[in-house]
C-alpha cells in the first residue's frame, strides 16, 4: 500500500499521499482514494483475487474505459497508470490508477 500511495503521488507532481479512504468494495477490486499533501486525489484499484485472470480483467476495463472517454466521448475516468503483472513493478501487485471523477462523492 505504500508503494502504491508514493507511485500515485508521484503521477500527479505531489509529494506524499496524507489521506487514504476504502471506497465501497466491487466484487471484482477494492478501490481506494488517495489524497496528497497539495489536496489533488487519485482512485486505485487493485483487483480481488476472485477477479478471474488478472492480465485480462485489468487490461480489458483500462481498453473499456478509453473506449468510452475517447471514442464515444462519454464521461470516464482517465487512467494515469496500470500494470496487470505484479512480479514486474514496485508496487508487488495489479493496480489501476486514475483521476477521481468529479461526480464521486
Known sequence: MNELARFAASLIAADRCVHV?????GF????????TNY??????????????????????????MHYVRNLLST?????????YRAESNAVGAEYIIMKR???YP
Open 21 to 25: 479512504q476504502e471506497c465501497p468494495d
Open 28 to 35: 471484482h477490486d477494492k478501490a481506494y482514494l488517495f489524497r
Open 39 to 64: 489536496g489533488r486525489e487519485v482512485i486505485c484499484k487493485v483487483p480481488n483475487p476472485n477477479a478471474g485472470v488478472v492480465h485480462h480483467t485489468i487490461a480489458s476495463e483500462v481498453v473499456t
Open 75 to 83: 464521461p470516464a475516468s482517465m487512467v494515469l497508470a496500470w500494470n
Open 101 to 103: 471523477p468529479k461526480a
